[in-house]
């Protein structure tokens, strides 16, 4: 079975970034909602749902970015 990256990733990251997280078999699966600090989720961010050579992740845009290497 193959993987591919879902649809929301498209939208919010760059093919550059795509590709990288690719190569080291990371893709992007979907995407849930997280609270804030204070535990509210009306102050939340978005968090993605990664697939990381099997093991399933949740990390923000910036977290994402930072697995990729990208600056």
């Not at 760059?14 to 204070?38: E, F, M, Q």
């Not at 099997?54 to 970015?65: A, D, I, P």
């Amino acid at each position: 079975m193959t993987t591919s990256h879902h649809h929301i990733s498209s939208k919010d990251f760059s093919k550059v970034t795509l590709r990288k997280l690719a190569k080291l078999n990371i893709y992007v699966i979907g995407s849930t909602w997280l609270p804030g600090n204070d535990g509210s989720y009306a102050n939340g961010m978005t968090g993605y749902e990664l697939d990381d050579n099997g093991c399933g992740k949740v990390r923000t845009f910036m977290g994402v970015l930072a697995m990729s290497g990208a600056k």
